[in-house]
C-alpha cells in the first residue's frame, strides 16, 4: 500500500472539510437530537456514499479526459457557485 497516498488524501480532505457545512450540519443534527452516535453513523455513511460516487466518477473521466481539462473545468465550476453563493443565488 503507498501509504503516501493515504496520508496525502487524508490531510487534503481533512482540511477541506474542517469547518464546512458538513461539519455544522453534524454539530447542529446532535444538539438537536442528543445522539451524538447516531448522528456519527449516519454522517460517515453519508460521506462514504458521496465518496464511493466522486472516486468512481472521478476514476471514469480521468480514462476520457486529460488532467489539466478535468482541473480547469473544476476550477471553473468553483468559481461559478461561488459567484451564484455570492449574489444570494445559492
Given amino acids: 500500500m503507498d501509504w503516501k497516498i493515504v496520508v496525502s488524501v487524508f490531510v487534503t480532505i481533512f482540511l477541506a472539510e474542517l469547518g464546512d457545512k458538513t461539519q455544522l450540519a453534524s454539530i447542529l443534527m446532535t444538539s438537536k437530537t442528543n445522539k451524538p452516535v447516531l448522528v456519527f453513523i449516519g454522517t460517515m455513511l453519508a460521506f ?36 451564484l453563493i455570492l449574489v444570494g443565488k445559492i
Wanted: hydrophobic content about 65%; proline content about 3%; glycine content about 14%.
Fill in 48 to 83: 462514504a456514499v458521496v465518496t464511493i460516487i466522486g472516486v468512481s466518477v472521478g476514476g471514469v473521466i480521468t480514462k476520457f479526459l486529460p488532467i489539466s481539462f478535468i482541473k480547469v473545468g473544476a476550477a471553473i465550476a468553483f468559481i461559478i457557485i461561488g459567484i
